[in-house]
């Protein structure tokens, strides 16, 4: 049968390759399966409860749950009706809340927990949401439980059901994903089943998964790329474990021993530096033979064979060393997939030397999201870049530089929004994605920056931030960092430490660290900073180096209001938190 609507994947898992473990969450110590036809089964009753409550079609529902097995029998539940869900971050305000309910109409919300019960509750003062149109997952008190609707939906006419099903097309509207814009209110991607459906066909080539895999989800389900794949890895007969959280998913991964999983650089980056850390902390023989397993891997290239003598050499730190790397994996690794952001090239080439092949891929929320991945054969895949573009998607770089595409993935407007709908697609039909890009090699992406993220020296010199930014976090002593400069004369930096390093680099260096707010004043502290800028200043052009840097004792995060729910740093709201200090650096 032909998977043409995202419910049909379903039926189709159950025809093909049906599983006992489908899905799977931790709940009270123990890992709870839920077969392929359990999901199918509970799906159908959250379509039958929605129905009571008078949801159809294209009626909005909101689901608002960190990963577990509701969120997916609630995501088939309303598409079955030709319904669409509207998902959304928990970790996203009030506000954010309130303006996308009015914006999309919602009608329900699934939630998951008390946290966020108070905050829909608090979002849905004065709109036309019930109070009973809210389902809890978790049992709270005063919420409708999930369990309700079940019970609703045993009650149902499933014949009505049937025919809404089949009255759905494949370019009907599935979802209204809300991107997190750095500036101004998020705006409404609508994706249809066929949108998401063909991205996932036309990645599949890319990504080496069978029905014996298994998969630990714990990028958001309501980022579009998790989404993705997750359809991708149903269709594939794919089981798929829920991470119970951030904190504890090294225990996750031993305990599940996963074959994939998929990642933002960030994560990689904190492995990657606790295990240079515990390298720090040994002794003698130990600690030699870390450091030169480390910087073999450094070297490694996915596109070039470096000999017998590194072969051999490699092939021995994968032994002693390396595979210690992929004990803490869960040891039955096969694949890593990264995205939302740019992989420093160090970290793909030291987990590729391990034998843990990490394939980065590039897209947006209005391509579905891939268009271009590095594949998971060394040939396919170019360190340093996203990898060749994907099966029947057409990517041409237009003569500013930036990246336009066209393809079945591609999104069908900004909901409510025809005029910034028309600003992204021009009179051809490519979509705009604001990227900066280039081919090396001819068929390998290289994304270089954001077109509105970069700016000009009062010199007339345009700099790209993000290259610079990525450059300074290659260092494990920097979490974050931001370049400014627009219309001076040169470039700076805000930079926040990365403190767990900074004390470790304290030790070694007998500096007595105090306090993040103290340390950062400390002179040998300001001074290796200064030099390790100075370092990756060497990688730019002499316009494009940063002059001053300014250390900051606090983080930014979502919470603050200084990055997307992406990981994604918030330039303007930062630019004016620090507006003081930029200008210090200037006067």
Same mark, same amino acid.
């Given at each position: 049968m032909d998977v043409r609507r995202a419910f049909d994947i379903l039926p189709y898992q159950l025809e093909k390759f049906p599983q006992a473990d489908c899905l799977a969450a931790k709940i009270n110590g123990n890992w709870e399966k839920i077969s392929t036809q359990q999901l199918k089964d509970q799906a159908e009753l959250v379509s039958l409860g929605l129905r009571k409550l008078g949801i159809g079609k294209d009626d909005k529902?909101?689901?608002?749950?960190?990963?577990?097995?509701? !969120?997916?029998?609630?995501?088939?539940?309303?598409?079955?009706?030709?319904?669409?869900? #509207?998902?959304?971050?928990?970790?996203?305000? #009030?506000?954010?809340?309130?303006?996308?309910?009015?914006?999309?109409?919602?009608?329900a919300v699934f939630i998951s927990n008390q946290d966020l019960y108070d905050k829909v509750k608090a979002a849905t003062a004065g709109q036309s949401i019930p109070a009973d149109n809210i389902f809890s997952f978790d049992k709270l008190p005063g919420a409708r439980h999930f369990n309700e609707l079940l019970e609703m939906g045993k009650g149902g006419d499933k014949a009505e059901l049937e025919r809404m099903k089949a009255a759905v097309q494949p370019d009907d509207l599935l979802t209204i994903i809300y991107t997190s814009g750095t500036t101004g209110n998020p705006k409404g991607v609508m994706l249809s089943h066929d949108n998401i459906l063909s991205n996932c066909r036309n990645s599949q080539p890319f990504v080496p998964v069978t029905k014996n895999d298994s998969a630990l989800s714990f990028l958001p389900l309501c980022h579009i790329f998790e989404?993705?794949?997750?359809?991708?890895?149903?269709?594939?007969?794919?089981?798929?474990?829920?991470?119970?959280?951030?904190?504890?998913?090294?225990?996750?991964?031993?305990?599940?021993?996963?074959?994939? =999983?998929?990642?933002?650089?960030?994560?990689?980056?904190?492995?990657?530096?606790?295990?240079?850390?515990? %390298?720090?902390?040994?002794?003698?023989?130990?600690?030699?033979?870390?450091?030169?397993?480390?910087? &073999?891997? &450094?070297? $490694?290239?996915?596109?070039?064979?470096?000999g017998f003598l590194y072969n051999t050499?490699?092939?021995?730190?994968?032994?002693?060393?390396?595979?210690? !790397?992929?004990?803490?994996?869960?040891?039955n690794i096969r694949v890593i997939v990264s995205g939302g952001g740019a992989l420093q090239p160090r970290l793909a080439r030291v987990f590729w030397?391990?034998?843990?092949?990490?394939?980065? %891929?590039?897209?947006?929320?209005?391509?579905?999201?891939?268009?271009a991945v590095g594949g998971f054969e060394p040939e396919n895949n170019l360190i340093g870049t996203v990898g060749p573009i994907i099966d029947k998607t057409e990517v041409k770089i237009a003569a500013d530089g930036e990246i336009l595409t066209k393809s079945a993935s591609v999104m069908k407007g900004y909901y409510n929004k025809p005029d910034l709908t028309a600003e992204v697609f021009d009179e051809e039909? !490519?979509?705009?994605?604001?990227?900066?890009?280039? =081919?090396?090699? %001819?068929?390998?992406?290289?994304?270089?920056?954001?077109?509105?993220?970069? $700016?000009?020296?009062?010199?007339?010199?345009?700099?790209?931030?993000?290259?610079?930014?990525?450059?300074?976090?290659?260092?494990?002593?920097?979490?974050?960092?931001?370049? #400014?400069?627009?219309?001076?004369? $040169?470039?700076? #930096?805000?930079?926040?430490?990365?403190?767990?390093?900074?004390?470790?680099?304290?030790?070694?260096?007998?500096?007595?660290?105090?306090?993040?707010?103290?340390?950062?004043?400390?002179?040998?502290?300001?001074?290796?900073?200064?030099?390790?800028?100075?370092?990756?200043?060497?990688?730019?052009?002499? !316009?494009?180096?940063?002059k001053k840097q300014v250390l900051l004792p606090n983080q930014w995060t979502v919470e603050t209001g200084e990055m997307t729910p992406t990981m994604k740093v918030k330039r303007k709201i930062i630019s004016n938190n620090y507006k003081d200090l930029i200008e210090s650096m200037y006067s």
């Open positions: 529902v909101a689901i608002i749950s960190m990963n577990r097995p509701e !969120w997916m029998m609630a995501d088939f539940g309303i598409s079955q009706l030709g319904a669409v869900s #509207v998902p959304m971050y928990p970790s996203i305000t #009030v506000e954010d809340y309130r303006y996308i309910f009015a914006d999309a109409g919602v009608k989404r993705m794949v997750t359809y991708l890895y149903m269709q594939n007969g794919v089981s798929i474990y829920y991470a119970e959280s951030m904190e504890v998913i090294a225990d996750n991964l031993r305990e599940v021993k996963p074959n994939i =999983f998929t990642t933002v650089p960030r994560l990689l980056e904190k492995v990657y530096d606790k295990i240079v850390a515990k %390298g720090h902390d040994l002794t003698g023989v130990k600690k030699n033979l870390f450091f030169w397993a480390l910087n &073999l891997g &450094l070297e $490694f290239d996915t596109q070039e064979d470096k050499q490699l092939k021995l730190a994968r032994k002693l060393i390396f595979s210690k !790397w992929q004990e803490a994996l869960g040891g030397a391990a034998g843990i092949r990490v394939m980065e %891929g590039y897209g947006l929320t209005e391509t579905s999201p891939v268009i039909g !490519w979509f705009h994605t604001g990227d900066i890009g280039e =081919f090396v090699k %001819g068929r390998f992406l290289k994304i270089t920056d954001r077109k509105k993220e970069m $700016f000009k020296t009062s010199g007339g010199k345009y700099i790209a931030p993000q290259v610079i930014e990525g450059k300074l976090k290659e260092s494990p002593l920097v979490e974050q960092a931001m370049v #400014v400069g627009d219309g001076q004369k $040169f470039p700076s #930096v805000l930079l926040v430490p990365s403190f767990d390093e900074l004390k470790g680099w304290c030790k070694r260096n007998d500096v007595e660290y105090t306090t993040p707010e103290q340390i950062i004043k400390n002179d040998k502290v300001q001074k290796m900073y200064q030099d390790l800028v100075g370092k990756y200043n060497q990688s730019f052009a002499q !316009w494009e180096q940063v």
